[in-house]
């Protein structure tokens, strides 16, 4: 059998750039396709050294764990331990889906031109059938995780929060929203909701009792003294939901969110607070929504 080490590299690059974007897309994370081919054609490049290669090295699982996570930081460059832990995790079960799919896809069209050296599958099968199986393994994985975040159990659906604005702390129970993707249009800067009458403590009544007026420009009911303080520091968020397809809420800039569920905290110091004049709840089981991505 002959093997090219162009179409090798080719056929490489196609499928770990692909495993990358999909990894990327269910981790939400703002890709650069520089990175994305960068680190993609380092996997490629292993590929065709592990198989000219007569060291048994290249076969080291140590060397293949090194090589991705080299991989993950030059395409998603994780900021912290814990952020390249989760993103090597969901880059390996993104690979296993997609190896499955394509050696599966792939046998089934040529067996007979697939061969194995140094724990590494090649052949001779045409670019089409990696292409063909990119696109159905690709289509699977998205699907598949777009279904598990459905699933979650009514206990993962809550957690409790902790908010600090102006030196004072307000605790509460929120809702995990799946689609609440809220963020400042401006600064890009996620959204967290809670109702009004929380905020009593931290923000003058002037402000939260008018919010209708804020929104509509009329000023006259706010104390100057209030609104010379206030005004500057409150943001305009559009939303989607709620009951409203184009509605908009008052937003303020929090000191600090902390996010409390199965005993671990995460903190956020860039997180806007978007007042509700309303209940979320005809009951109160929770008083703010919490989007994934601060969760995440």
Same mark, same amino acid.
């Given at each position: 059998?002959? %093997?090219?080490?162009? $179409? @090798? ?14 990894? /990327? ?8 396709? +520089? !990175? ?16 000219? #290669? $007569? ?12 090589? #991705? ?9 994780? *900021?912290?331990?814990? *952020? ?10 993104? #690979? ?6 394509? &050696? ?9 031109? %697939? ?26 994985? +998205? ?14 659906? &809550? ?13 509460? !129970? ?28 931290? @923000? ?21 003294? $209030? !609104? ?8 305009? +968020?559009?939303?989607?939901?709620? /009951?409203? *397809? ?9 000191? #600090?969110?902390?996010?409390? *569920? ?8 860039? @997180? ?10 005809? !009951? ?13």
């Amino acid at each position: 059998m002959t %093997i090219y080490i162009d $179409v @090798v590299f080719l056929e490489n690059l196609v499928m770990n750039s692909i495993i990358l974007v999909a990894s /990327g897309i269910i981790l939400k994370k703002k890709m650069k396709w +520089i !990175r994305i081919i960068l680190a993609s054609s380092l996997g490629a490049i292993y590929t065709i050294i592990g198989y000219i #290669s $007569v060291l048994e090295i290249y076969s080291n699982l140590i060397l293949k764990v090194i090589l #991705s996570i080299l991989i993950i930081y030059i395409a998603f460059n994780p *900021q912290t331990v814990k *952020q390249l832990w989760k993103d090597l995790l969901i880059f390996y079960l993104t #690979s296993f889906v997609f190896g499955g799919v394509a &050696f599966a896809l792939i046998y089934v069209v040529k067996p007979q031109d %697939i061969l194995m050296k140094n724990g590494l599958f090649l052949g001779t099968y045409p670019l089409k059938t990696v292409l063909l199986a990119a696109i159905v393994a690709f289509i699977i994985i +998205i699907a598949a995780f777009a279904i598990v975040k459905t699933k979650f159990s009514k206990k993962d659906m &809550f957690c409790d929060v902790e908010v600090e604005l102006n030196n004072k702390k307000i605790k509460t !129970r929120a809702m995990i929203d799946t689609g609440n993707l809220l963020k400042e249009p401006i600064t890009n800067t996620p959204v967290i909701v809670l109702e009004h009458t929380l905020l009593y403590e931290c @923000v003058p009544k002037e402000i939260l009792d008018n919010l209708e007026s804020i929104l509509g420009g009329e000023l006259v009911k706010i104390p100057e003294k $209030v !609104r010379n303080e206030y005004i500057s520091k409150l943001k305009l +968020i559009p939303f989607a939901s709620l /009951g409203k *397809q184009n509605g908009m809420l008052v937003g303020i800039k929090a000191d #600090s969110l902390k996010i409390i *569920q199965d005993d671990q905290e995460k903190e956020n110091k860039n @997180v806007i607070i978007g007042i509700y004049n309303k209940s979320l709840t005809k !009951r109160g089981e929770y008083r703010a929504l919490v989007g994934m991505d601060l969760i995440i």
